[in-house]
């Protein structure tokens, strides 16, 4: 265990649809990073929020957004879902915002859409 | 803004073999470089990173790192390979800053098949 709690592990739905992916950061982490991770793509970096701020922006759609709330925990909002949506999605957590940190993987939340 | 490549999709040695996993960086500055590995159904695990200091790194599970910085490259070794070594490893750069944060950038992954 990691440390980093990703829910649900598991999601089907259906084309058009909103979906919410949670985390929880590590105890003592402050900043959450977002991947997504498809098999033709790869591991593909989102978004980062550094105690409850956004401070990095990867190539996100603008039907995705996310939060950090004042307990640091985040979540990822992904609306009017494509099939091309489905992916493994990755939250990762680390103490500060430092480049030279490791991050703390958890172990992920996997979106299908039909 | 930064890069890694990972030239090889798969490597396959058997068990007892010395492993290399190859990467190669391109980047502005000095690099910040990391491995990562993922088991199946797992998130990625860190192994080692490289900032600064000596060029061989060690890391987790007795693997070991080489930064070369002539050949931009960030070899992942192990002198003896495990069947349970098998697994999809990343290498990994920090990007540059941007507004305060920082992105970690990952490339393609290469999948180990170690065989008994």
């Known amino acids: 265990d990691s440390g980093v709690t990703q829910t649900p592990k598991h999601l089907i739905t259906a084309t058009g649809q909103r979906v919410t992916l949670r985390c929880s950061p590590r105890?003592?982490?402050?900043?959450v990073y977002w991947y997504q991770q498809s098999l033709d793509q790869g591991l593909q970096f989102l978004i980062q929020y550094y105690n409850g701020e956004e401070r990095a922006k990867g190539n996100i759609l603008e039907r995705f957004s996310a939060q950090q709330f004042p307990d640091l925990h985040s979540e990822l909002n992904l609306s009017s879902l494509e099939l091309g949506d489905s992916a493994l999605y990755f939250c990762?957590?680390?103490?500060?915002?430092?480049?030279?940190?490791?991050?703390?993987f958890g172990a992920g939340s996997r979106l299908t859409v039909l | 803004a930064q890069s890694v490549a990972q030239p090889e999709d798969q490597v396959n040695v058997a068990e007892g073999n010395p492993l290399t996993v190859k990467c190669t960086y391109s980047v502005s500055g000095n690099p910040y470089l990391f491995w990562y590995v993922q088991y199946p159904n797992r998130g990625l695990q860190f192994l080692l990173k490289y900032i600064t200091g000596d060029n061989l790194v060690k890391g987790s599970y007795g693997f070991e790192a080489e930064f070369n910085k002539s050949q931009t490259s960030f070899h992942l070794k192990k002198p003896s390979a495990l069947v349970s070594d098998s697994a999809l490893y990343f290498c990994a750069v920090r990007d540059t800053p941007m507004a305060g944060g920082f992105k970690t950038i990952f490339g393609a992954g290469t999948r180990l098949f170690v065989k008994a």
């Open positions: 990762a957590s680390s103490v500060e915002i430092s480049g030279a940190n490791v991050l703390t």
């Open positions: 105890s003592g982490d402050l900043s």
